[in-house]
């Protein structure tokens, strides 16, 4: 199948029209004409080769919202004409125990991610999002509710479920206390669904313009951290704060905000290590843990609460030709909140 993309064809090089083929339909896949497609701060980093050696040329993007055009002869899940979305990875081994308890994204031989990877056959590169169409395994991909506008659901696929899996998995709900360090693409997310499951929600960001923002979004409370001591004399209340950031912080003050066995969870990658004193951990029982996306039931459990509470992203749609100018603003963190792309412009 010819499909129409942009892709870097090699580190670092600007983004450019591509074309390429994806593969024939087998008998379990699905395929689909995209509508939309998420840039994720990931797709920079990996077109950039900031994460190590990648594979050139690459079609980025794993934030895909689209409409299901023909299935293969043992699909049951999907047929044509359902709205249906990609994410972050798009096979696993299907044999691991995480792969076995619906954790394919921690699978133990490593997940295929959505792009800049190979197929399980170790040869075939794995194309992104980045383009008019694609084609997935229906076991990868998930129904998108009917109510929800489809330009806001593409960063779900990978914003969304990134912040739904932690803030579920350590149960965020009424009478807990949830902290979301950062308000972008990411963090806006987490706050959204903190609200919407019940926590008392508070917003730490270096952006005091963003206070505004964040109350709207749902948060109860929201601390400027541009003054450092502003964590200073708070209590150790905190059940859970998420670290959605990948800017390199102090996370010692935040640590010390949790109270008895309280989580401080990893979200945000930064490139550097991060300076960790004991004390805090041991003086609360405290635990630092991290999170990676989410399962495909998991994703599909999350979309399905976002039609339940008519929750998307908040977005910045733009024209495929806008992608590299995009890419300097998302840097620069001057969007709200997400970029979206116009598949038919590609």
């Given amino acids: 199948m010819k499909s129409k993309g942009y892709a870097a064809l090699t580190a670092k090089a600007k983004l450019t029209p591509y074309v390429f083929e994806r593969r024939e339909l087998r008998p379990n896949d699905v395929a689909l004409d995209t509508q939309y497609a998420g840039i994720c701060h990931s797709d920079i980093h ?23 055009t023909a299935v293969g002869s043992a699909v049951k899940k999907f047929k044509v004409g359902d709205r249906i979305g990609i994410g972050v990875f798009v096979d696993s081994c299907k044999k691991c125990e995480a792969c076995l308890a619906g954790l394919g994204n921690y699978c133990y031989e490593n997940m295929t991610a959505t792009y800049n990877s190979l197929e399980r056959d170790g040869k075939t590169p794995a194309m992104g999002g980045y383009s008019n169409n694609h084609v997935v395994d229906a076991d990868y991909a998930v129904k998108i509710p009917t109510n929800l506008d489809m330009a806001g659901v593409a960063p779900l696929m990978c914003a969304g479920i990134t912040l739904y899996s932690p803030l579920k998995h350590w149960g965020a709900a009424k009478g807990k206390k949830v902290g979301i360090i950062g308000l972008g693409g990411l963090g806006h997310m987490g706050v959204k669904f903190s609200a919407a ?150």
């Fill in 46 to 68: 990996q077109a950039r080769e900031e994460w190590g050696p990648a594979i050139f040329p690459m079609v980025p993007g794993h934030e895909i919202a689209g409409v299901v």
């Fill in 197 to 346: 499951l019940g926590a008392n929600t508070t917003v730490f960001s270096h952006s005091p313009h963003k206070e505004a923002d964040a109350l709207a979004m749902g948060a109860h409370h929201f601390i400027s951290t541009k003054d450092p001591s502003s964590l200073k004399g708070m209590k150790p209340e905190f059940d859970l704060i998420l670290n959605t950031v990948s800017a390199e912080i102090d996370l010692n003050p935040y640590l010390e905000l949790l109270k008895l066995n309280g989580t401080l969870v990893m979200i945000g990658l930064s490139g550097k290590q991060y300076p960790i004193s004991a004390g805090p951990l041991l003086q609360k029982r405290r635990s630092l843990s991290g999170s990676q996306i989410g399962g495909v039931p998991e994703l599909q459990e999350m979309l399905d609460f976002c039609g339940s509470h008519n929750i998307v992203s908040d977005i910045e749609l733009i024209k495929a030709d806008y992608i590299n100018e995009a890419y300097e603003r998302t840097i620069a963190s001057d969007v709200k909140y997400r970029f979206v792309i116009d598949a038919a412009t590609f």
